[in-house]
């Protein structure tokens, strides 16, 4: 039976904007289990990239806990938690967002460079990572000169470098084609099903509920489903 | 891993080729003027001047009052330089932040780039202070009335001449991290400040 990666517990987060308060997540409540491979499908606007934020530990809710891996988020000292996303997460975001003047290879390298491996070992995973994205050849590229697919394949790399427990995927296909998108989505799966890396996608494009364990609904800072 | 964030920024900050030579260009600007400033000073009054009469101690004044002004326009290129350099990198940030990198880290890196710069900038007019000193020897032997001339005299004429000597430089480069740091602790403040969070939400 699979643990459980990640419990969200009665989790609201609530801005405000002016007098206005907007409620961003309303009492939400989620278990994912290692290894799955989650899709939280909803319109613009409806929350899922402030799930992700809280889910993640980008952010922190108004109320509830989040259990990342056996620890609150919640209440963790933000000191650690660039500790835990070096070591436990991957993000992969819907404008890929490369570092410019980085090469691939630096790209996905980068989240490696503040730890206390060495060259080699460095080199290795990332091109462990690159070969499985199969970015070889494109290595010594900056993002300008590849194509969105070859920008996401770089990006998926980066956040399987560090062999993340989690990877959050923020619309992984929402400035690619259709046909490159379905490509990108295969690959996500593969890896999950390979590496039994959890992923938690987040997106507004229904076409990609075929590709989860299990998905759910948000709407209006509510979820909703979780069937398989 | 405590230098390679530091010297990876070194790398990045060649490839933004254009805010890299601006730079550069404007710190070696900034360096040379106050060298020059320092030299000036120096054939005039030597180090250790002390005014002997009211018209000395207007002059000596009046280099102060330059050089003061020198370092305050110092500091605001500094301040800009480091906003600009923070405002251009806040999504890179952002996303180096999301992967795992530190406040320290990231400290690193964009320290590693000013520095970069300003060694670059130092280099820069070292190679522009050998070309000149050169051209001035040269000049001199040939117009020597001895051709050949005397070493001895020759060599300290010729060094005299000199606008970029290696004590007004490093005098300079004192001065110029001297008024880098308000512009250094203001970038610093400013990326410690960008949420990873953006990486996520940033616009199109």
Redo the contacts between chains.
Sequence with gaps: MPEDIIVAQKVQKEYRRGREIIHALRDISLTIRSGEFLVIEGKSGCGK?TL??VLSG??RPTDGRIIFDQMDLTVIDE?IL??I???K???I?Q?F?L????TVY?NVA??L?????S?QDIEDKAMDVIRAVDMVERKDH?PRQLSGGEQQRTAIA?ALV?KPKVVFA?EPTGDLDTKTGATIMQLLRKLNQQEKITFVVVTHDQELIKYADRHFTMSDGRLSGGRR | ?VL??FF?AWR?SL??TRRFIVFTVAYAILLTWIAFIVRQYFIEFGPLFLPTNPGEAVLMQSYLVIMGWTLVAGTIMGIVFSWLLAHGRR??IA?????????H?IRQLVLGEIIFITISAVLSIAILGILISGFYFATMVVLSPNPLGNPTVIVPAALNYILIRPDFITIALLAVMLVQVPGILILIWRTLRI???R????P?
Excluded: H, Y
């Design positions: 990239t992700l934020n980008l952010d000191r660039p500790k996303r070096q070591e997460i991957g993000f975001f404008l967002n570092i410019s003047t980085m630096e980068a989240p460079w503040p730890t206390d491996l060259r900056i980066r560090n923020d | 891993m390679r964030i990876k990045i490839r933004t999504d890179d996303v180096l932040k999301c992967v795992g990198w530190s406040n880290d949420s990873p969070m990486a996520l939400t940033r199109e």
